[in-house]
DNA sequence: TTTTCTGCAAACTGTTTGCAAAGGC
DNA sequence: GCCTTTGCAAACAGTTTGCAGAAAA
């Protein structure tokens, strides 16, 4: 096995079939890309997506990075959120793990959630509306429970 | 009267006001971009701006456009939106017109739409979250109607 | 008349593209 | 061996900043 974007059913292994399934071909870079997204819980931007390959001793141009995190979205195989920052962020699709993010005003975190009422609400007007709705991105802006506290 | 800023309590002289109270002097720039929003029901870009401003023969250069939505942003009164089109847009913060985004993947229209469910859904989650909720954006991607239509 | 504002041009940041070399299949 | 993928460097788009002249108060 040249690259190896594990096995079984996780999120590296599904994307990565449906890449060849594509047609694409599973370079280092590609694998690399999906090995680390594989392991993220949230969204990471494309600068720490570079820096973290390159500190596991992985390194992927910056380039690269960019055109498998575009043929990633493309496949639905990422989602890609901008959260205000401006600078896009990109985390794993999972179906099951559908959430949105909290961040933070003051120290810039990003964190996730889900809230079942926030996706009945959001499907109840998604039948209503006058637009095919295909998704949506919520983001709450505040402070994270640590700088709330440190707050004067 | 140097500069319009329309009378009464429209947005714009509100905010003009709020502008003095900071300290602020209302030149050229600042009048024409407050004149300008004040007209908009929905978020328009800085390029856009800029290019309106000019159609009506009030140019007003790039950088004054940028630090002008910066004030406004920074003091509440406009509200700075970012839609996933890798561009900023902004529009006037009228409390009492709260309104979310529609954006068409196929065209790039950008729709406004509110929806009291959705509201509640949220206020209901920040008084539960471990996080002090300030604000939230919520955008929703699809078809809009006359692209809806117009597919195969 | 003092201090702020404005426009220009240059700098910056995040992202994209052209191209030659390396590497999948 | 053919064709895709990769990294580099240069190009780009949106945004920000420094500075000298124009203009509020």
Redesign the interface.
Known sequence: MAHPVDAGGSWASRAAERLAAAGYRLGGARAAVLDLLDEQPCALTAYEIEAALRGRGRAVGRASVYRVLDELDELGLVT?????Q?Q?RYEPARPDHHHHH?V??RCGAV?P?D?A??E???D???RR?????????????????AC?GSLS
């Open positions: 890609r959120v901008e959260l205000g401006s896009a909290l933070c005003e964190v959630f809230d009422g926030l009945r609400a959001i109840a007007l998604s509306a006058d637009f095919d709705v295909h998704g949506h991105d919520i983001v709450l802006r505040g402070a994270c429970a709330r």
